[in-house]
């Protein structure tokens, strides 16, 4: 790789408008390891470039896979979400189970008094709604690993198949518009 001080702003916007996959790793490679704090925002903005002109979709068959990744990403960063909904969910069925287990011996202990007062202090319905909150996440996180897995096999351009994140989140195509949106429905 040349070295940050032989690459020059020329240089950078030369690799961007190749439109090549490899001309737009050259310049992440440099922007990565660039220590030249005048050339970072240039970096950046070629990289930029270089990406849209790497990955634009020109045929149909690049659309698909276009979009196909598009998709891939989307659904990526919903698990993302989805484990972040995960773990919380988890520590407050944990304390469910520990409240419930608290709860049902306490009610074998107490007086017949007490019973009738106490138990509803604990909501069996509350917890299994809980549990089932927790259930639908865990079966989405499922059915999006295999659904993820597959659909990385789908892939018929190499090219699209290990694009950087930054292709989905910065390229545009033409959003279909439905015919259909903002009519009332009979």
Not at 38 to 64: K, M, V
Not at 108 to 125: A, G, M, P, T
Not at 178 to 184: A, L, M, N, T, V
Request: charged fraction near 40%; charge should be negative.
């Amino acid at each position: 790789m040349t070295g940050a001080r032989e690459v020059t702003e020329t240089q950078l916007m030369g690799w961007a408008h190749e439109g090549t996959v490899e001309s737009a790793r050259k310049i992440k490679e440099f922007r990565d390891t660039n220590e030249d704090d005048e050339l970072e925002a240039y970096a950046e903005l070629a990289y930029g470039e270089a990406i849209y002109f790497a990955y634009s979709p020109d045929n149909d068959e690049e659309e698909r896979d276009f979009l196909l990744g598009r998709m891939i990403h989307e659904a990526e960063g919903r698990m993302c979400d989805l484990f972040v909904k995960k773990f919380p969910l988890q520590r407050k069925q944990l304390e469910g189970d520990i409240e419930r287990a608290i709860h049902t011996k306490l009610m074998k202990q107490v007086s017949k008094e007490e019973k009738d007062e106490w138990q509803y202090n604990f909501s069996e319905d509350y917890y299994t709604w809980e549990r089932g909150r927790l259930q639908i996440v865990e079966d989405e996180i499922a059915y999006l690993e295999v659904w993820l897995k597959q659909a990385k096999q789908m892939f018929a351009l190499e090219k699209y198949r290990d694009a950087p994140q930054e292709v989905y989140e910065n390229i545009h195509s033409d959003d279909v518009i439905d015919p259909f949106e903002g009519e009332e429905e009979n």
